[in-house]
C-alpha cells in the first residue's frame, strides 16, 4: 500500500492533468477557457500548508467559481470540484477523460 501523501500527489496529477486535457482540447471552441489557463498558471503551490497539493486545487476551484461567468465555465467548475471534492474525502475520483466530456 502505497504511503497517503504519494496517493495524494498522484490524484492531483490525475487531477491537474484532466483540467489542462480539458482547456486543450475545448480552448478554440471556448476562448474563455484559455484566459482562465492564463490565470491558473499563477497560482502557486504553497508548501507552508498542510496539504499544499489540496489546497492549490482549492485555489482553482475558487478562480473558476470567480470566473463562472458562462455555462462552459460553470460546468468546468462543478465537474472539477466534485474530483477536489473526492480527493478531500478520499473517495474515488470521477471516472471522465476530461471535465467537458461531451461537449462537441
Do not use: W
Not at 75 to 97: G, I, M, S, W
Amino acid at each position: 500500500m502505497r504511503p497517503k501523501s504519494v496517493e495524494t500527489i498522484a490524484k492531483y496529477i490525475h487531477i491537474a492533468g484532466k483540467l489542462q486535457r480539458t482547456i486543450i482540447v475545448n480552448q478554440k471552441k471556448f476562448p474563455e477557457l484559455q484566459e482562465l489557463q492564463d490565470k491558473i498558471i499563477h497560482i502557486p503551490i504553497d508548501r507552508t500548508q498542510q496539504n499544499p497539493f489540496l489546497h492549490h486545487l482549492e485555489q482553482i476551484c475558487q478562480l473558476l467559481k470567480e470566473n463562472s461567468h458562462t455555462y462552459i465555465v460553470r460546468h468546468l467548475h462543478y465537474n472539477f470540484t466534485k474530483d477536489v471534492e473526492a480527493l478531500a474525502e478520499d473517495r474515488e475520483l470521477l471516472d471522465l477523460n476530461y471535465y467537458l466530456n461531451y461537449i462537441d
